[in-house]
């Protein structure tokens, strides 16, 4: 129950009904406390009406509360009050939105969807703080803040490893006090960095050698990731910078001396084995430095021999051998090292995607007469003067599409009509992997015969020889990439396209190639697309052949005409996608999506079956990507028997 005062002279009333258990307003800032066997919920309800705040108490909140202030408290001193209360009884207050407060007990509260505080809040409200540590591993830090936390489970502290963070929950003076100890824990150590010159081994070398040995000490003891050394190799003054801890410094800098030692050798001659690139196109650029390093011309023949250098290579074990003084030594190797590097490849994925439409149709009367003279078209599928003899009568074999003769004396003539619809979608996605900088080809096609001449025998006109070539028709692809600064690919490409086109393909004369070919250079970013490409060609012939004077004639003249139209719509466009893979994981991602596309095609394929077929029949299906080989029993046996005892 709540006690509105309009005036301080009031107080005696106030302090009267103070006595009674009710808490009580003095004015319209400031609030007196004293409950003496109250029931919580009463308690809680009579803070909400004071503080216009609208709460939810959970079913397991009950009992009655004793609690007095002395003092004048304003609002929120009173509500800080009202927190504090609940602490002392096992509860706590979670805050969210549109002014809706949630009594829970205490160990249910972290879990009550607490909000997060960026700054922190005061009291006995309920927070959640996400805190950065940047010197000390949280993994480490977390068990101890856990034992700090208050003891009826109303906080918690968990800890992020990736982004090296902390989410503390709890009552807010506590979680800001756990966030103080963190900061005053957080502080970095004497991480000093020391170079450290090697005169003999090479700096990438070293530094891999010894993160393993760091690797293998961490994994068997507790040292925090933060506290191990780091090193960085500096190829340009081959050095190591090691950063880190004084004692952790020290013994890595000891490491580091050990490797960095001469090596014993009975002459001035290195052997270089290459893990990248090949012998012979190393040694071509190792000519060219050579002669720079010494000041000679140096010699031919595979070799670049100077005063103080000779080169060789060996493409047997892929290996350059050097004879040359130490300090050339060094420098060569240096040199090849640069040189030996694992280069990035580059996926090329185009589109081609043609689409074509064509209609042609045409009408003609052709006339002739036994006696002589005709009417005839060039053009018209059955020549009329075929017809003139009983023989010719055989070539109407040829005639495509609807023909009607009809003869009367020594007058016949020929009706032909003809319409052609055809419609050609071609979709073509191919895709090659080379590597940087190295010339691609893709080809894709079938070879396709072609008259390239005829020849009559001298004795026998009837026997012709027909000399025929084969000429390759399909997708060709051919590409030179070149990695450049920010993932950007500089391609230079040959693309082409050809087919036979279909009004030819029985054309005695020989068959005619639609040919659409694409040279250029572009610049794409990896992953993007891009359009190389395209054309788009609308294309309409009307052609009339007629007999002069008589063809001009209304109506009649159509008698005396041939009419042919032809109407042509083909769209292509040629789409192009490079993709970078630098990394091993890249290229078995890449093959797994491949592999599992053609997989999930047969499996399909197979689960439709054979039409015509048994059902127990099934097509192939390629296996699961890394499955394991089963080898036959009557296998294993043989290989055993042959293993030396």
């Given amino acids: 129950m709540k006690i509105n005062s309009l005036k301080k002279s009031c107080c005696a009333v106030a302090l009267s009904l103070a006595l009674f258990g009710y808490g009580s307003v003095l004015n319209a800032a400031e609030f007196s406390a004293s409950f003496k066997g109250t029931d919580i919920n009463e308690f809680i309800s009579t803070v909400g009406k004071n503080l216009n705040k609208n709460f939810i108490v959970d079913p397991a909140v009950r009992g009655k509360i004793n609690v007095r202030s002395y003092d004048l408290l304003n609002e929120e001193e009173y509500y800080q009050f009202f927190l504090s209360v609940l602490e002392v009884y096992g509860y706590a207050v979670v805050e969210t939105d549109h002014n809706v407060y949630k009594v829970v007990r205490s160990a249910v509260a972290k879990t009550a969807g607490v909000p997060v505080s ?128 004084p004692r952790a410094r020290e013994r890595v800098i000891k490491i580091i001396n050990k490797l960095d030692m001469d090596q014993a050798s009975s002459g001035n001659t290195r052997v270089f084995y290459l893990r990248y690139a090949k012998a012979a196109e190393v040694i071509e650029t190792l000519n060219g430095v050579s002669k720079s390093i010494t000041g000679n011309d140096g010699a031919s023949n595979g070799t670049s021999s100077g005063a103080k250098i000779n080169i060789y290579s060996n493409e047997a074990t892929n290996s350059i051998i050097v004879n040359a003084e130490p300090n050339y030594i060094k420098e060569i190797e240096n040199i090849i090292r640069k040189l030996d590097i694992k280069r990035a490849q580059v996926l090329v994925e185009a589109i081609i995607v043609e689409i074509s439409d064509s209609t042609s149709a045409s009408l003609g009367i052709q006339w002739g007469n036994t006696s002589g003279g005709m009417v005839q078209f060039t053009g018209s599928q059955v020549p009329v003067s075929n017809l003139v003899t009983t023989s010719g009568i055989s070539s109407l074999a040829k005639l495509n599409g609807g023909g009607i003769g009809f003869y009367s004396g020594n007058w016949f003539g020929l009706l032909s009509m003809v319409q052609a619809d055809s419609r050609n979608d071609v979709l073509s996605t191919p895709s090659i992997i080379t590597m940087d900088n190295e010339e691609a080809e893709f080809n894709v096609g079938q070879e396709v015969p072609v008259k390239t ?193």
């Fill in 118 to 245: 960026e700054s922190g809040g005061i009291g006995d409200e309920m927070i959640t703080r996400v805190v950065p540590v940047r010197n000390v591993s949280v993994r480490e830090l977390a068990p101890l803040l856990r034992g700090l936390i208050d003891n009826q489970g109303a906080g918690n502290v968990v800890h992020y490893e990736p982004s090296n963070v902390l989410l503390i929950t709890g009552r807010a003076q506590v979680v800001n006090r756990l966030a103080d100890i963190v900061n005053r824990v957080d502080k970095a150590g004497n991480q000093e960095v020391e170079i450290v010159k090697l005169e003999h081994a090479s700096a990438n070398e070293v530094v891999r050698v010894v993160n393993t040995i760091i690797k293998e000490d961490a994994s068997k003891s507790a040292t925090s990731a933060l506290l191990t050394p780091k090193m960085v190799a500096d190829e340009r003054t081959n050095s190591v910078v090691v950063s880190g801890e």
């Fill in 453 to 645: 001449g005829t020849q009559t025998s001298t004795s026998d006109t009837s026997v012709r020889y027909d000399t025929i070539e084969r000429k390759t028709v399909g997708t060709k692809l051919k590409f030179t990439p070149q990695i450049n600064e920010g993932d950007s690919v500089m391609l230079t490409l040959e693309q082409e396209v050809s087919s036979v086109n279909s009004s030819s393909a029985k054309d005695e004369n020989g068959a005619t190639f639609d040919v659409r070919t694409i040279k250029n250079s572009v610049l794409v970013k990896s992953g993007d697309t891009v359009v190389l490409g395209g054309l788009m060609n609308n294309q309409t012939v009307e052609s009339v052949t007629k007999v002069p004077f008589l063809g001009d004639i209304p109506i009649l003249g159509e008698l005396f005409k041939y009419t042919s139209s032809s109407y042509e719509k083909r769209n292509l466009m040629v789409f192009l996608r490079p993709i970078i893979l630098r990394e091993d994981g890249d290229y078995a991602e890449l093959s797994a999506a491949k592999y599992s596309m053609f997989r999930n095609e047969q499996l399909q394929r197979n689960k439709r079956g054979l039409r015509l077929l048994p059902i127990t029949l099934s097509t192939p299906v390629m296996p699961e990507l890394n499955s394991t080989i089963v080898i036959a029993p009557d296998v294993i046996q043989v290989v055993n028997s042959n293993e030396p005892k």
